[in-house]
């Protein structure tokens, strides 16, 4: 089997297509969806289309989601994160608002094998940034793979016992082989809004009979994104951020 791991999708159309196009030449039999469809960008309604159509065999909702659908009031959020909720809120066909309201938290376990939850196990909203973060984590963890996002930032932790270790990405495709006997805890990085200093958009695909999980870094015409989040409305510091990758 192998699972298209996808997460922080953030209304971006432009890089959906251009990773589902990527991911397509080499295949893939389920689709998991980690959160954060939308929010920041300008295609809302094109992007929960097409997530839909997939369709995902597991998928839970991120923070923007619950903001955009008026499940949470956006109060954490910054400035240009909540206007963008709200013209979000306000773009959505009723049918996806909701889809959004409906989507389940995480974390949530995918065939025995794989874990996925958006921010961290125990709170959703919570980022996982470094090691002790991590290693938090892996301890309520329920299966030896596990996929996380919203941070936006592609990493690969992994541990045996009290050896602990992490891997930054930085490859257009970095394939990271499953040692037995370890836990792995992975972000396959943002597909719609990358801060890892890197602008094209990630993704990962795991086969679980090789035990390998690809990960995957693509060029998608970023200027058609930046150009229709301006032609919207949202802030401008929106559409300049997706081509630093910050
Ligand atoms: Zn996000």
Redesign the pocket.
């Known amino acids: 089997m192998r699972y298209l791991v996808l997460s922080?999708i953030?209304a971006n159309l432009d890089a959906l297509d251009a990773v589902l196009a990527s991911a397509a030449t080499e295949g893939w039999d389920k689709a998991l969806v980690l959160g954060?469809l939308v929010?920041y960008g300008a295609d809302p309604n094109g992007v929960i289309a097409k997530v839909r159509g997939l369709p995902p065999a597991a998928i839970i909702r991120?923070n923007?989601d619950k903001a955009a659908c008026g499940v949470d009031d956006a109060s954490t959020f910054n400035p240009a994160a909540r206007l963008a909720a709200q013209w979000t809120y306000e773009a959505l066909t009723p049918e996806h608002r909701d889809y959004l309201r409906a989507l389940p938290a995480g974390p949530l376990v995918i065939d025995g094998r794989v874990e996925i939850w958006h921010g961290a196990p125990e709170d959703e909203d919570e980022y996982i940034f470094d090691g002790p973060d991590a290693w938090q984590a892996l301890e309520m963890a329920r299966t030896s793979l596990c996929f996380f996002?919203?941070t936006?930032v592609a990493v690969v932790f992994h541990r045996a016992g009290d050896r602990f270790e992490a891997i930054v990405p930085e490859q257009a495709e970095t394939v990271v082989r499953l040692e037995r006997g370890r836990q792995w805890l992975i972000n396959p990085g943002?597909v719609g809004?990358p801060r890892d200093g890197d602008p094209r958009a990630a993704y990962a695909v795991y086969d679980d009979l090789t035990e390998v999980v690809v990960m995957r870094r693509i060029t998608y015409p970023v200027a058609t994104a930046q150009e229709k989040i301006v032609a919207a409305g949202l802030p401008a510091a929106l559409a300049n951020r997706l081509s630093a990758g910050r």
Request: aromatic share 0%.
């Open positions: 922080d953030h954060d929010g991120g923007h996002g919203h936006h943002s809004q």
